[in-house]
Structure formats: structure tokens, C-alpha cells
């Protein structure tokens, strides 16, 4: 079974500055997605960016950029000039090429000081 | 905007009454999902449907049923609920256009059993 694990429950960022999420998974297969969420205090799930296995080239979405490392199993995302906005919890998530699930890490919290 | 909406969005019961919550969805997706959400544990899926009357368990299917008689409607019942199921419930849908299974989430339900 795939796990993705996020190893950072809280974190915090001064505004306008740069922070980067962490997550790792594990996984036998060679075709697979992989997700980051954001989900402010509305309770909203919000996709934020995606990566596809096969891309070499790392995802970026405006000022949210992954850096995806397919021998390390790792897909981090870097979000550049932390708005207040930003402040929301965060999941990472797999899926498989052929599976239609979607297996989400625990979350980390992303504080935004102004 | 995917057109899904939950019903109903807060609701309070006790133990050991049924309680059935409701995901309608106005594009007519395949894929739908019901995942629960707690804190430290992300976000787990409990059923989810590839089609009318087709549904398949998840992570966390004890004590949870299925149905889904229409395509736009996905229902998840509770036959007696327990405090453990007490969480904030999300239906998604995959969609049909992308490629990458990225699944769009419903605004949540707040569940509370006393």
C-alpha cells in the first residue's frame, strides 16, 4: 500500500518570505500523481498543484513550485512571497496511474506572520 | 467550481441514531468519494462509486454504507452512529477532464454524535 508522509505538522513564515513543505511517499509503482492541497480556515479543499511521474520538469503554478524527486520519493512545495492568504493547512496526496484514489499525508499548518 | 454540494453542512445527532449525508453533484462525474477528516489523520477514504449502483469500500468503511441510485447523487449513511464517527465528512469527484485523477472536494459536512 502507498503512504505519504509529511514529517512537518506546523510551520510558520514570515510574510513575503519563501517556505517549503515536505513530503515523502512510498510506492512500488512507476506511473503515479502527486498532489498538494491547501485548505484555509473555510474548510475548503483547494488544489493547489499536481506532478505527473513521468515529467521531468518540476510542476509550477504562479508563486507555488514543487521540487519532485523521483529516485527520493520526495515532492516538496515551495511557495514564494507568502501572502497572508497562504496561511491554511496543507496535504500532500498520491495516486496511482491506474487507481482512481487518492492517498493523502497527515497535513502540515502553514502560519503566515505579518 | 465543480457543482458539488453536501447536505447537510453542520449537523448534531446521538448515539446511535442513523444519520444519511447527502453529495450532489450537477456534471455528471463517474468517480465519487466520501472521506472523513480528523485531526492528525488527513484526510481517509470510506466508499466511493465508479458508476450508478457500483461502489467499492475504502480505507475506513466499518460502520459506513453506500448508495448511489442516480449519478448526480452519492449518498453515505451512518446506520447507528457512534462517537468515533464524529469528523468533518468531504464527498469528491474525479474529474473527467483532467488526466492526472485529480479529484475536486464538496464544501464538507460537520458531523457531531453526542
Known amino acids: 500500500a502507498q503512504t505519504v508522509t509529511q514529517s512537518q505538522p506546523e510551520m510558520s513564515v514570515q510574510e513575503a518570505e519563501t517556505v517549503t513543505l515536505s513530503c515523502t511517499y512510498d510506492t512500488s509503482e512507476s506511473d503515479y500523481y502527486l498532489f498538494w492541497y491547501k485548505q484555509p480556515p473555510s474548510r475548503q479543499m483547494i488544489l493547489v498543484i499536481r506532478?505527473?511521474?513521468?515529467?521531468?520538469q518540476n510542476a509550477t503554478e504562479n508563486r507555488f513550485s514543487v521540487n519532485f524527486q523521483k529516485a527520493a520519493k520526495s515532492f516538496s512545495l515551495k511557495i514564494s512571497d507568502s501572502q497572508l492568504g497562504d496561511a491554511a493547512m496543507y496535504f500532500c496526496?498520491?495516486?496511482?496511474?491506474?487507481?482512481?484514489?487518492?492517498?493523502f499525508g497527515k497535513g502540515t499548518k502553514l502560519s503566515v506572520i505579518p | 467550481d465543480a457543482g458539488i454540494t453536501q447536505s447537510p453542512r453542520h449537523k448534531v445527532t446521538e448515539t446511535g441514531t442513523p444519520v444519511t449525508l447527502r453529495c450532489h453533484q450537477t456534471?455528471?462525474?463517474?468517480?465519487m468519494y466520501w472521506y472523513r477528516q480528523d485531526p492528525g489523520h488527513g484526510l481517509r477514504l470510506i466508499h466511493y462509486s465508479y458508476g450508478v449502483k457500483d461502489t467499492d469500500k475504502g480505507e475506513v468503511s466499518d460502520g459506513y454504507s453506500v448508495s448511489r441510485s442516480k449519478t448526480e447523487d452519492f449518498l453515505l449513511t451512518l446506520e447507528s452512529a457512534t462517537s468515533s464517527q464524529t469528523s468533518v465528512y468531504f464527498c469528491a469527484i474525479k474529474s473527467r477532464v483532467g488526466v492526472y485523477n485529480e479529484q475536486f472536494f464538496g464544501p464538507g459536512t460537520r458531523l457531531t454524535v453526542l
Open positions: 496526496a498520491y495516486s496511482g496511474a491506474g487507481s482512481y484514489q487518492l492517498t
Open positions: 506532478q505527473e511521474a513521468y515529467k521531468q
Open positions: 456534471e455528471n462525474h463517474r468517480y
